[in-house]
C-alpha cells in the first residue's frame, strides 16, 4: 500500500445497491464473511442473501436499501484492513446520506451492530413516511443554484443535494416536482432526470421520519467520534456524540451539502479520497469538484486485492 498523507473516507448512499454486491468479498475474505454473519444475525433475515442474489425489487426498497450499503460498505473496509495491515487511517471520514451511518462506525460513535440496527430503521421510517405523504426526486444539470432556489421556492419543492459543479437534486410531493421540473427545464436546465425514487427525501416530508428516530437515538448510547466526521447538512466536522445526533435528525430533512463537504476537507489538507462501497458515484462527484485530488474507488475484492 502506497503511502499516502492525508486521507479522507466517503461511503455511498442509497441507489449505489445493486444485486450481487458483497458476494465476492464475503467468498474472498473471513473478515468480510464475519461481517455479513454479523448482520443477519442483528437484523434478524439474511440480509446477506438479499445482496448477493435479490430479487432487484426487494433490495431497492429503502428499509432494505439502507442497511444493505452500509454492511457491504463496512466489509469492503474490513477486508481491506485483514489484506493490508498498513491501510492508512482517515483524517475524515463522510458519507452521502445514508453513507453517514457507515461513517459513524468508523468514527466510532456506534459499533457496527448499532449502526445497522439504525440504518434500518431510518430505512423502515422514511419509507413509511413517503407512504403517508408521496414524494419523488429528479437531479437537475447544467442549472445554476440560485436560479434553481428560485424554481424550488415557486413550486413548493427543495434543492436536497449539492452534488458538485453543474449537478443538483431536487426534492418534493409529486404534484409540486412535476411543476419544477417543467419550469427549470423552461429556465434553461441542461437536463432534468427523475430519480427512481418514491420518497421526498431530505425535505419536510420527512417529518414524521424525525419524530421517530428522535427515539430511537435517544435509546442509542453514542461516544465521542474517534474521526471528526463531516456533516451533510453543513460541511463542517461533528466532534461529539451531541452534535452527531443533533445531525443525524437535521439531516432526515435538509439538504445533503456534499459538493462544500468535500472542499472543506480539501482545505484542509486531504488528498487522497477513499470511496469505500459499492459504486463509484462518489469518486465520480469528486473528479468533478476537483482535479487536483486521488480518488480510490473499493468496492469490490478485486479493488481490494489491487490494494
Same mark, same amino acid.
Given at each position: 500500500m502506497v503511502n499516502l498523507t492525508k486521507v479522507a473516507y466517503v461511503f455511498p448512499g442509497q441507489g449505489s445497491q445493486w444485486v450481487g454486491m458483497g458476494r465476492?468479498?464475503?467468498?474472498?475474505f473471513a473478515a468480510a464473511k464475519a461481517v455479513f454473519d454479523q448482520a443477519?444475525?442483528?437484523l434478524g433475515f439474511p440480509l446477506s442473501r438479499l445482496c448477493f442474489e435479490g430479487p432487484e425489487d426487494e433490495l431497492r426498497q429503502t428499509i432494505n436499501a439502507q442497511p444493505a450499503i452500509l454492511v457491504?460498505?463496512?466489509?469492503c473496509l474490513e477486508a481491506a484492513r485483514e489484506v493490508c495491515p498498513d491501510f492508512p487511517s482517515p483524517v475524515f471520514v463522510a458519507g452521502h446520506s445514508l453513507g453517514e451511518y457507515t461513517a459513524?462506525?468508523?468514527?466510532?460513535?456506534?459499533?457496527f451492530a448499532n449502526a445497522v440496527y439504525l440504518a434500518r430503521e431510518r430505512g423502515r421510517l422514511t419509507h413509511e413516511a413517503g407512504l403517508s405523504r408521496p414524494g419523488s426526486m429528479a437531479a437537475v444539470m447544467g442549472?445554476?443554484?440560485a436560479l434553481l432556489a428560485e424554481v424550488c421556492r415557486t413550486t413548493g419543492t427543495h !434543492?436536497? %443535494?449539492i452534488n458538485c459543479p453543474g449537478q443538483l437534486v431536487i426534492s418534493g410531493g409529486r404534484e409540486n416536482m412535476a411543476q419544477a421540473m417543467e419550469l427549470a427545464k423552461t429556465k434553461g436546465a441542461v437536463r432534468v432526470i427523475p430519480l427512481p425514487v418514491s420518497d421526498a427525501f431530505h425535505t419536510p416530508l420527512m417529518q414524521p421520519a424525525v419524530e421517530g428516530m428522535t427515539g430511537i437515538v435517544a435509546n442509542l448510547s453514542f461516544r465521542e467520534p474517534i474521526i471528526?466526521? !463531516?456533516? %451533510?447538512?453543513?460541511?463542517?466536522?461533528?466532534t461529539t456524540a451531541e452534535a452527531v445526533k443533533e445531525e443525524l435528525l437535521r439531516q432526515l430533512c435538509n439538504c445533503v451539502q456534499w459538493q462544500r463537504s468535500i472542499e472543506y476537507m480539501i482545505d484542509e489538507g486531504v488528498s487522497t479520497f477513499m470511496e469505500i462501497g459499492p459504486g463509484k458515484v462518489l469518486t465520480g462527484l469528486i473528479k468533478r469538484i476537483s482535479k487536483d485530488v486521488e480518488t480510490i474507488n473499493i468496492g469490490d475484492a478485486q479493488a481490494i486485492r489491487d490494494l
Open positions: 465476492d468479498l464475503r467468498d474472498d443477519d444475525e442483528v457491504v460498505s463496512w466489509a459513524l462506525a468508523v468514527a466510532e460513535v456506534l459499533d442549472f445554476d443554484e !434543492i436536497v %443535494n471528526p466526521i !463531516i456533516a %451533510n447538512t453543513t460541511a463542517q466536522p461533528l
